[in-house]
């Protein structure tokens, strides 16, 4: 079949959702279907920008290219599920979270006018078109998919995919935490740098970029956690998967996340994961003291967690193997057969 994966983009960014969709098209061709990836730039500020770039998906016109049919679309991410065509397959990673659960919030993006309060009302509508012409519609996690029914009452499929390709394995322990997340507030690394400052025994690795890596540096200054906090930035997959090997644990905890990569490379890697009772998607594998730690969202537990999990290797090591045979169910050829049937 004619695949085209449909994706935003921001300019410059690079995270879980081009991760994913760059080895969606790489996995689809490997099974021999002509797949390619089809993105648009996304800003969705100031104001009524973010109906004007949804209404760029809308006007593309995907039912063929160079005159051979496309068979099916899979959009991923508002506003790409915006697009129309006779196959469109949803595979929502999330929707714009700032009209719904984010509303009202420092995370948020419509103030209280009436203007904004309709802007928002607008961007709920036009989710419900645009959804309401899928053929199928799935979920990356079971959080994602109640944000969806809750806010919808569209029923999505649950979907997880694998994380990135990285040569995975296990090592001893080297005792330190590793943070491969975005470095972007909502991920919520300062309170594992907070953790450090009240432990003097935790160490941190931070293996990622983003637009919050100023503050947490300047943080990790002002708390004096020079030497036991280091800031590696974007690493290559050699180094990101010899960190995954070599650390205690893994530490992932945003806000009420979608899906997460995250405990999937932990798990791969053999490595328990901490992670908080309000980090939504992780909790559908991250299980206390089965496959890591769940935690209150505090500094002083989220320390106390990672000192435990470097003192007890035994338990650590047990909590690492059951994740990784959660994460060994989860394959391509699993995810994409269940797409395309």
Same mark, same amino acid.
């Given at each position: 079949? $004619? ?7 921001? =300019? ?36 009524? &920008? ?7 998906? #809308? ?9 051979? $049919? ?8 508002? =506003?790409?599920?915006?697009? &129309? ?11 714009? #979270? ?18 904004? %309060? ?17 053929? #199928? ?9 109640? #944000? ?18 990285? =040569?995975? $394995? ?29 432990? =003097? ?13 100023? &503050? ?73 003291? &089965?496959?890591?730690?769940?935690? %209150? ?45």
């Amino acid at each position: 079949m $004619r695949i085209a994966v449909l994706r935003p983009q921001v =300019p410059f960014a690079r995270g879980g959702a081009e991760i994913f969709t760059d080895e969606l098209v790489a996995e689809l061709r490997a099974r021999g279907h002509e797949a390619d990836l089809v993105s648009v730039p996304f800003k969705w500020y100031p104001g009524a &920008r973010v109906l004007t770039q949804a209404f760029l998906w #809308r006007m593309l016109d995907l039912d063929e290219a160079d005159g051979r $049919r496309i068979d099916v679309v899979v959009a991923t991410k508002f =506003p790409s599920y915006v697009v &129309r065509h006779r196959e469109k397959r949803v595979w929502l990673v999330h929707q714009f #979270r700032q009209a719904y659960e984010l509303d009202g919030t420092a995370l948020g993006q419509f103030g209280p006018s009436a203007e904004e %309060r309709a802007l928002r009302r607008q961007v709920q509508e036009l989710d419900r078109l645009a959804l309401r012409e899928a053929t #199928r519609i799935f979920a990356t996690s079971a959080n994602v998919a109640g #944000r969806l029914e809750r806010s919808t009452g569209f029923v999505a499929e649950v979907l997880p995919h694998p994380p990135q390709a990285l =040569p995975y $394995r296990s090592e001893a322990s080297h005792g330190f935490v590793l943070s491969a997340s975005r470095l972007d507030r909502a991920k919520r690394i300062d309170l594992l740098l907070e953790a450090a400052a009240l432990d =003097p025994s935790v160490e941190v690795v931070i293996a990622s970029d983003g637009p919050d890596r100023d &503050r947490l540096e300047e943080l990790a200054h002002l708390r004096g956690l020079n030497g036991r906090v280091r800031f590696e930035g974007r690493v290559s997959a050699d180094r990101l998967a010899e960190l995954y090997a070599t650390c205690s644990s893994v530490y992932y905890a945003p806000v009420d996340e979608d899906f997460g990569m995250g405990p999937y490379e932990a798990f791969l890697s053999g490595k328990p994961v901490i992670t908080t009772t309000d980090a939504g998607g992780p909790l559908d594998v991250v299980h206390d003291r &089965r496959t890591g730690l769940v935690v %209150r969202p505090e500094a002083a537990a989220i320390g106390q967690a990672a000192s435990w999990l470097r003192e007890h290797e035994d338990e650590a090591a047990a909590f690492g193997k059951a994740g990784k045979a959660l994460a060994d169910e989860v394959t391509w050829e699993r995810a994409i057969g269940r797409l395309l049937s």
